[in-house]
């Protein structure tokens, strides 16, 4: 053990514990094609135990912003793993992609081993549910940098699809349906918002408002992670594009997947608001418009398809249980339009 790291505010001793912990949280990920254990320089993957003819690898990165401080002020740090693999992979699958595996960097102001494991945990869950596989990462103990409570986390996940199988949206025409698939609830965007709302109320995170959980519980609802409903769906019929309702809520993202002169119709009366965003919005006093521009309004993920393919769909959805909502349609000219 170093002495002087140590008087510096580094505890190498601390250091190990939390890759001793992890160890059993990353071993339950591994999947085909892992080579290798954590600890390692780097996390090595063999892409040759899958059968891709003409392999494009689609990546993403990603944190969970501000979300961060409510888990901490919460000391809640169990779920906030699952978030920062969601946001990554969410992205991926967009574009048709299997994830394939996942790398995690967490830097803390003070390593607390227990803390890391719950962190780690979280990931490793969210791995499972996102079907790849956590193969390194790096914890940095950075005091100075940040106070001894405070941490941020980000991930990095890499996934796999076939050339002739990429989803870019360029296919989508109009008189194309949109379905969107449930949110979790606030999921990682728009915590800098969500926070303001509950300092200039003067909100308890520790109070029940609505429903049966505390408002911290529900804001640290973590993020759902959509890798088996879009695998499911894409073994049984054809999509025109995809789209991981994350930051900038519907206005920004939906248009990212249509293509130039084609415009978006959406009416979300066809389905029931979660009552957090009413909460928000009210407390808030945020117009209709400015929240389809943060939040995702429970809406996480959003299917284009040919108005053909439609019953296909949703008999895929309804055999795996999973609750959908028709909310809208592409049309010509461009812009997005939305009816409450």
């Known amino acids: 053990m170093s002495r002087k790291y140590e008087e510096a505010g580094v505890s190498l001793e601390a250091g190990y514990d939390s890759v001793r912990r992890i160890k059993k ?50 000391d809640k740090h169990h779920t906030i793993g699952q978030d920062v693999v969601a946001m990554c992979v969410n992205d991926i699958i967009v574009q048709g992609a299997k994830p394939l595996y996942f790398l995690d960097y967490i830097a803390v102001g003070k390593n607390r081993p227990e803390h890391i494991e719950q962190i780690v945990k979280g990931v490793a869950d969210g791995c499972e549910l996102g079907e790849c596989a956590l193969i390194g990462g790096e914890t ?68 029940i408002y609505f429903g049966d959980k505390t408002l911290g519980e529900v804001l640290l609802e973590p993020t759902r992670i959509y890798t088996k409903i ?18 900038g809520g519907f206005y920004e993202n939906i248009p990212r997947v249509i293509p130039e002169k084609l415009g978006v119709e959406l009416d979300l009366s066809n389905y029931i608001v979660p009552e957090i965003f009413n909460f928000l919005g009210e407390k ?10 943060v939040f995702n309004l429970g809406i996480g993920y959003i299917f284009i398809v040919n108005r053909e393919k439609l019953e296909d769909l949703e008999r895929v959805l309804k055999e795996i249980g999973e609750k959908y909502h028709i909310i809208g349609k592409v049309v010509k000219g461009e812009g997005l339009k939305i009816k409450w």
């Open 25 to 74: 949280h990353v071993e339950r990920t591994k999947i085909k094609g892992c080579m290798g254990n954590i600890g390692g320089f780097g996390g090595m993957f063999d892409l040759s135990q899958y059968n891709i003819k003409n392999p494009v690898l689609v990546s993403g990165t990603d944190g969970v912003g501000t979300k961060l401080k409510i888990a901490i002020d919460m």
């Open 140 to 207: 940095a103990e950075m005091p100075g940098m940040y106070r001894d409570k405070d941490y941020d986390i980000a991930g990095f996940a890499v996934g796999v699809v076939e050339k002739e199988e990429l989803i870019t949206g360029k296919e989508i025409t109009d008189g194309d349906i949109i379905v969107g698939i449930a949110s979790s609830g606030v999921h990682s965007n728009g915590f800098s918002l969500v926070r303001k709302i509950v300092k200039d109320s003067e909100l308890d995170l520790n109070k």
């Open 230 to 247: 879009v695998r499911k769906v894409l073994e049984n019929l054809k999509v025109k594009g995809m789209v991981h309702i994350t930051g």
């Open 284 to 293: 808030g006093k945020i117009s209709k418009k400015e929240m389809c521009n």
